[in-house]
Antibody, heavy 118, light 113 residues
Framework: EVQLLESGGGLGQPGGSLRLSCTAS????????MTWIRQAPGKGLEWVSS????????YYADSVKGRFTISRDNSKNTLFLQMNSLRVDDTATYYC???????????WGQGTLVTVSS | DIVMTQSPDSLAVSLGERATINCRSS????????????LAWYQQKPGQPPKLLID???GREFGVSDRFSASGSGTDFTLTISSLQAEDVAVYHC?????????FGQGTKVEIK
């Protein structure tokens, strides 16, 4: 059974940093593209970032480019999102998800809530 | 970026009746070389992550009820729930995965009338 478990959410200060993790099991982690998608409270879904299986290629939404860094450790089946220079509008539930190239996100974690507030 | 627009924002349907949700993309998401529309539909129940229902505009995922069907091509797409059940109350999202950045519609909330 595919499982994706996010962690690392919580309260962050504007201008501060948080690091999210997503631990995967039940599939061959290194063969899937991994992505972070967020959802502000009561709002729609926003794609944030994706990373190919090898980890060598990454993609970012303009809203987080230069502030967030996606990475993965295939030896530990773990995906990361380093979030720097946090802004109030980064407040959201952050989901990790997996997909094959050219296909939509097929499995999602339960999400971790990030709240940015002073 | 491709803008995805869903309509309506919400709808209330009686149990057993049909619910129809529309999704329009600002440009075609039909990839001509393989004749596939890069459009997915997700169902999100309160407090849960989205669940993939439909991919390639009309392909129902394994285990998804056949009450759910979808159609469309190019820029206009539709998700239909043929006979609404209580467990179908949720927010439904369309997604284009034709190119990066992926973009979602704003969501349609389906409730029981």
């Amino acid at each position: 059974e595919v499982q994706l478990l996010e962690s690392g959410g919580g309260l962050g200060q504007p201008g501060g940093s948080l690091r999210l993790s997503c631990t995967a099991s039940g599939f061959t982690f290194s063969t899937y593209v991994m992505t972070w998608i967020r959802q502000a409270p009561g709002k729609g879904l926003e794609w944030v970032s994706s990373i190919l299986g090898s980890g060598g290629t990454t993609y970012y939404a303009d809203s987080v480019k230069g502030r967030f860094t996606i990475s993965r450790d295939n030896s530990k089946n773990t995906l990361f999102l380093q979030m720097n220079s946090l802004r109030v509008d980064d407040t959201a539930t952050y989901y990790c998800a997996k997909y094959q190239i050219g296909s939509p996100a097929e499995s999602w974690g339960q999400g971790t809530l990030v709240t940015v507030s002073s | 970026d491709i803008v995805m627009t869903q309509s309506p924002d919400s709808l209330a349907v009686s149990l057993g009746e049909r619910a129809t949700i529309n999704c329009r993309s600002s440009q075609s998401i039909l990839y001509r070389s393989n004749s596939k529309n890069y459009l997915a539909w997700y169902q999100q129940k309160p407090g849960q992550p989205p669940k993939l229902l439909i991919d390639w505009a009309s392909g129902r995922e394994f285990g998804v009820s056949d009450r759910f069907s979808a159609s469309g091509s190019g820029t206009d797409f539709t998700l239909t729930i043929s006979s609404l059940q209580a467990e179908d109350v949720a927010v439904y999202h369309c997604l284009q995965y034709y190119n990066t950045p992926w973009t979602f519609g704003q969501g349609t909330k389906v409730e029981i009338k």
